[in-house]
């Protein structure tokens, strides 16, 4: 039966879901090699994939080294995110007073860019770890704020009468209703805060570090190192798509029941 | 007496067809309503949603309320239940006054409302979890619950997995789960079509009379509320006041053949009188 429906492996493997984007990887890095060498794009300007694996390999114990620091500030960052943008969410959806104190600044400090501010981390806290992770923290902050307050903010109002009707205290039908409701579109924000994260943290390398990723992407860029470059921005995609799986595990586990997640049909009509 | 139930008392024919504003028999009122308005207030004023309504349902009754949308049907749930104070006026569920929400209803609303997160035996679980009672004395209850609306093996199953009708039938169990006195619908079928939806009259029909609660059923439908009812509460539109209340007097059980019963044909006509007189019902 199998076999019959599978001509061969090699196609089964080349449809599985989790091959295809690899595929594309392997695409576009073959139109950028060709380009280089159709285009004759110099090498300072744009180096070939080869340059850039070539530097990965060789490099790689120095660029792991370095990446530490980023992802342990990129982690850092987005946990306070998590940590303080759940509970002001709460609070914004649940007064009118705190919302019409709270969001028109939070939108407004949204709007300030994080890069020219940046550097007044360095000059308040220093060269360590605390700018990175403030900076990863004010990138991912908004985020989950907004999606959460959406989240609590969508709960079928006649289910929350129902679960008070019973003599529920706000707290238990809190837990009961509101918080699990709100969860998807929390985790949907997680997921955006936690790939923002990486770049506040390296932001947060650009103005002031002799550490991390950002690091020795201002390094290399100041001796137009680009093949060092690029493999740093490869490093840091790879960090981005990493964390951002790993959320995305951690919400199959909490919400397994969420539409996003059923992969089998209803079968009682 | 009731002032808007006068002037149809006139032209009444039959007995079944008579107007009664108030059962002063032997029978002991579960919910009684003195007074009772609501005035909601917003930016552009006063917004009227219920004028004064005197009247009571007896302990066991199955009282449904028609009317038009907007007629303030809802807020009369939400006051008995205790989770909107009124404006003016008294609403008593067992001689008490009502102040806040006092647990001793079970509600069903048009949409089933099940958490999609807990399967279907924690979900009609949920007032015991939200009253703090003990979980085991009660999950044999809301076992039997299940079984008696024909849920029986979908216990382990989350919300999505059954159909509108079955989703429908679990929040019944949940409504009744803490076993309280009196069970308030607002129009607990108006999202299902249109056969299940006379399945569900039945069925509802059966499980009144085998719980004997107390039901107060919010509905669009004439001919279902005269299909279900003991008696009839006819509302006018907003702000809301009693056009008229009608009893039923037909024998229980009812089947879906007592909807071509002449009373019941006659009842339904002059019900709807109301509302071509005074506009539509949507």
Known sequence: MAEAKSPSGLSKVLNAAWVRPFLFLVVIVVAWDLSIRLFHIPAYQIPSPGDVVSVLISDWPELLRQSWPTTYATICGFLLSALFGIPVAMLIAGSKTVESYVYPLLVFSQSVPKIAIAPLFVVWFGFGIIPKVISAFLLGFFPVVVSAVQGFKSVDPDMVDLARAMQGSRFKVFCAVNLPHAMPAIFSGLKVSVTLAVVGAVVGEFVGSNSGIGYVMQRSIGTFDLPTMFAALVILALLGVILFWIVDRIERLVIPWHVSQRDDISFAS | ?282
């Not at chain 2, 009731?2 to 002063?24: F, G, I, Y």
């Not at chain 2, 924690?122 to 809301?142: C, G, H, Q, V």
Request: with cysteine.
């Open chain 2, 1 to 282: 007496m009731n002032p808007a139930t006068k002037p149809t008392h006139a032209e009444q024919p039959a007995a079944h067809l008579r107007l009664v504003s108030d059962r002063a028999g032997g029978a002991t009122p579960g919910i009684k309503l003195s007074g009772v308005s609501k005035t909601y207030r917003s930016r552009d004023g006063d917004v009227p949603s219920l004028r004064p309504l005197d009247f009571t349902i007896n302990d066991g009754e199955f009282f449904v309320v028609v009317g038009p949308s907007g007629c303030g049907k809802s807020t009369l749930l939400k006051m008995i239940s205790g989770l909107l104070p009124p404006t003016t006026g008294e609403v008593l569920v067992d001689g008490e006054v009502v102040t806040r929400p006092h647990g001793n209803v079970g509600i069903v609303f048009q949409n089933a409302l099940l958490l999609p997160w807990r399967n279907i035996l924690s979900n009609a679980m949920l007032p015991i979890d939200m009253k703090r009672l003990a979980r085991d004395k009660y999950l044999a209850r809301a076992k039997a619950l299940l079984k008696l609306v024909g849920l029986e093996g979908f216990e382990k199953k989350l919300p999505w997995q059954l159909s509108g009708g079955m989703q429908q039938r679990a929040s019944i169990c949940r409504a009744l789960v803490h076993d309280p006195k009196i069970m308030l619908m607002d129009e607990p079928f108006g999202a299902l079509d249109a056969m299940t939806r006379e399945r569900m009259n039945v069925e509802l029909m059966r499980i009144q009379r085998e719980t004997g609660k107390t039901v107060l059923l919010i509905t669009h439908s004439i001919p279902e509320a005269v299909f279900l009812a003991d008696r009839v509460l006819v509302m006018t539109e907003r702000p809301g006041a009693i056009a008229a209340i009608y009893d039923v007097p037909m024998p229980r059980p009812r089947s879906l053949e007592t909807m071509s019963d002449p009373v019941f044909t006659e009842l339904v006509q002059r019900i709807r009188k109301h509302f071509f007189t005074q506009g539509s019902l949507d």
